[in-house]
């Protein structure tokens, strides 16, 4: 189990790491929460909003507050920063690199065995497109998962089909009737959502993320 610490501001972090809260401070236009000469994954808590339509709020939540401290002419540069497609492509690929992070650390603490790689300049192709983002992988055994987001960053690299901000796929070696593609859209909320493209267009949430790692750990129940 996950063990959670309220901050201040509201939001549940997942000390899974072993690494305490300090403060939430907005690094690269993505709130996370700092604690000692590292800094810990933010995940939000389980609430009528979806995780990471909470973790999109705290992030601009901290860039409303850092804005107004600096003055009234920062104000419109946040609502600027506000509707930053960047900002979003951010938001939600790190939340979902992160979360997977989080619980393959969780299930390593719970006795397996998981190695966690992660590279920062992974290219990956999606129909005639190639997405440039981060690849996450962790392996258990002879069992391996890949999570890999990104979009394209020049022209050449294409588009993201359906209007979509990002592309992301969740893919088990060996193991194909488990892979799910996903598109990061805007929600009506203004914040990032993961839909899925394999699975009659529903949303990722936390318990999708810990369905695909007890599948790496070969624990589906």
């Not at 604690?35 to 409303?64: K, N, Q, Y």
């Not at 990104?150 to 060996?174: F, Y």
Request: with cysteine.
């Amino acid at each position: 189990m996950m063990s959670r610490n309220k901050p201040t501001a509201g939001i549940t972090v997942i000390s899974g790491l072993k690494i305490r809260y300090d403060r939430v401070i907005l690094i690269g236009s993505v709130s996370r929460i700092v604690g000692g000469s590292s800094s810990a994954v933010m995940i939000p808590s389980a609430t009528d909003m979806s995780e990471l339509d909470e973790a999109w709020a705290a992030a601009l939540s901290e860039a409303e507050r850092r804005a107004r401290l600096a003055g009234r002419n920062e104000v419109a540069e946040y609502l600027s920063l506000k509707n930053s497609n960047d900002l979003l492509r951010k938001a939600g690929i790190d939340w979902l690199i992160a979360g997977f992070t989080v619980l393959a650390g969780d299930a390593n603490r719970a006795g397996a065995s998981i190695q966690i790689l992660k590279d920062n300049e992974h290219r990956f192709r999606t129909g005639s497109s190639t997405m440039v983002g981060p690849l996450l992988t962790l392996t258990q055994g002879v069992r391996r998962l890949y999570v890999e987001a990104g979009w394209p960053r020049v022209p050449r690299d294409g588009v993201v089909r359906g209007g979509g901000l990002a592309c992301a796929n969740i893919r088990h070696m060996g193991i194909r009737a488990a892979n799910e593609e996903f598109l990061l859209t805007k929600s009506p909320t203004g914040a990032p959502a993961w839909k899925s493209l394999s699975k009659n267009q529903t949303f990722l949430h936390e318990s999708d993320m810990r369905r695909h790692i007890a599948i790496l750990v070969d624990q589906r129940r």
